[in-house]
């Protein structure tokens, strides 16, 4: 069943976004492209693409923090921007900056996640604890936040995201701030979610990475798919740039045709 869907989602940003060139017509960049994914219940989708590809805003139209200018993107059947709370409540999402309130401490944040994500009030110190201890940050508990590094606090972003164990997540860039011991502590985190029937849509630039963590990988060039692969086959890198060149010369795959 399909946890998380975009379909046909198209969105252009003006090419001149302060407040005194607003006015100017003809500057719109297109960011998506008529870009369709959707993501399973159980399955790990990683996207994966050079800067600027159109990424991040794919999974800020996901996460309900842009309308797209068309298109649709739904989370657990309903639309992204306008979840009933009882859905939202099983949604966890790390999108741009992680979620941290830099004057509350590692434990506070956690508490607030729980909170905020509907947790049963009786539960939230347990919750903390086992997320505070399943991403490592037990010796800064009492830590403000504003005094982490950037890994640990992108680390706490995400345990803050999944505290209340989600059914679709989506994550970008999660690994992008961690050391190796921390990109192995959220790739198990992202692997077992998935276990236990959570649908997970990661972006990355890393393809050895996203290879080691992925179900199905999808390429995103100029806005939209413009391929999918099976981690586990060749040259993983080879077949990306290939199909990158081939949406450059407007000659894409035959597999990059319809939704990934």
């Known amino acids: 069943m399909t946890a998380l869907r975009l379909?046909?989602?198209?969105?252009?940003?003006?090419a001149h976004p302060a407040p005194w060139a607003r006015h100017r017509t003809g500057g719109a960049r297109l960011a998506l492209d008529a870009l369709s994914l959707h993501v399973d219940h159980g399955e790990v989708v990683a996207m994966i693409g050079l800067n600027g590809?159109?990424?991040?805003?794919?999974?800020?139209?996901?996460?309900?923090?842009?309308?797209?200018?068309?298109?649709?993107?739904?989370?657990?059947g309903h639309e992204a921007?306008?979840?009933?709370?009882?859905?939202?409540?099983?949604?966890?999402?790390?999108?741009?900056?992680?979620?941290?309130?830099?004057?509350?401490?590692?434990t506070e944040?956690?508490?607030?996640?729980?909170?905020?994500?509907?947790?049963?009030?009786?539960?939230?110190?347990?919750?903390?604890?086992?997320a505070r201890n399943r991403l490592g940050l037990d010796?800064?508990?009492?830590?403000r936040a504003r005094a982490l590094s950037q890994g640990n606090r992108q680390r706490l972003g995400i345990g803050g995201a999944t505290?209340?164990?989600?059914?679709?997540?989506?994550?970008?860039?999660?690994?992008?701030?961690l050391d190796p011991r921390g990109v192995v502590i959220v790739r198990e985190l992202v692997r077992d979610l998935a276990a236990q029937g959570a649908?997970?849509?990661?972006?990355?630039?890393?393809?050895?990475?996203v290879s080691r963590i992925a179900?199905?990988?999808?390429?995103?060039?100029?806005?939209?798919?413009?391929?999918?692969?099976?981690?586990?086959?060749?040259?993983?890198?080879?077949r990306f740039f290939a199909s990158v060149l081939a949406a450059e010369r407007e000659e894409p795959r035959a597999s990059s045709r319809g939704e990934a």
Do not use: M
Not at 199 to 209: F, G, I, R, T
């Open 139 to 143: 010796a800064w508990a009492d830590v």
């Open 81 to 106: 921007a306008d979840l009933p709370r009882s859905v939202a409540a099983r949604f966890g999402h790390v999108v741009d900056a992680p979620l941290v309130f830099a004057d509350l401490t590692v």
């Open 215 to 238: 179900d199905r990988i999808v390429a995103v060039h100029a806005g939209r798919v413009v391929d999918t692969f099976d981690p586990s086959g060749p040259d993983l890198e080879s």
């Open 109 to 130: 944040n956690l508490r607030a996640a729980a909170r905020l994500h509907g947790c049963h009030a009786d539960r939230v110190e347990e919750l903390a604890t086992a």
């Open 7 to 14: 379909d046909s989602v198209s969105h252009s940003f003006l």
């Open 199 to 209: 649908a997970v849509l990661v972006s990355s630039h890393h393809l050895d990475e």
């Open 53 to 76: 590809a159109g990424k991040t805003t794919a999974l800020r139209a996901l996460a309900g923090r842009l309308r797209p200018d068309s298109g649709t993107a739904e989370i657990l």
């Open 163 to 177: 505290i209340h164990t989600p059914r679709a997540l989506v994550l970008d860039e999660p690994t992008s701030a």
